[in-house]
């Protein structure tokens, strides 16, 4: 498998991971420390229980919103740095799709407690979830729009 491709899934599996296995032990102990505390202070684990098992209003009301605002951007700063490490991220712009759906997961945090989807509140997991397609879009398409006129200059 592709070095990037698999310092992803690491990164997706826990922020830290690709680290630790690239011999980054700091940044990768870092990461994984980081993690754990916003997923303790947040009280992560038992939102996303509470989520697939179909408890939104009990996901809501556990959820300490001011700590878990962190989590979207060390998830995919850890990606970003994993892919870059494992030899990607070389392009001009390359790190925007990283960087976009950070910002559209955190949207999507924000609004989980008033957007519905077809009349139903999803929650603080699904919701961030289904903002990360946008934001890779966003990422990709103003990358590509940045680097064509990059290139025109």
């Excluded at 289904?130 to 934001?135: E, N, R, Y």
């Amino acid at each position: 498998m592709n070095r990037k491709v698999e310092a992803i899934f690491w990164s997706i599996a826990l922020p830290g991971f690709s680290q630790l296995i690239n011999g980054k032990l700091i940044k990768g102990i870092m990461f994984v420390f980081l993690e754990i505390i916003i997923n303790v202070q947040a009280n992560f684990n038992t939102i996303i229980i509470h989520s697939f098992h179909g408890n939104i209003d009990k996901a809501i009301e556990q959820t300490n919103f001011q700590w878990l605002m962190f989590y979207p951007c060390l998830y995919f700063f850890a990606m970003w740095d994993a892919f870059k490490d494992a030899g990607g991220g070389k392009g001009r712009f390359s790190f925007l799709p990283f960087v976009f759906a950070a910002y559209f997961v955190t949207a999507g945090l924000i609004f989980s407690t008033k957007i519905t989807l077809f009349g139903v509140l999803i929650g603080p997991v699904w919701l961030p979830i289904l903002f990360v397609g946008p934001g890779l879009l966003v990422g990709f398409v103003l990358r590509m729009i940045l680097v064509k006129n990059d290139n025109i200059a």
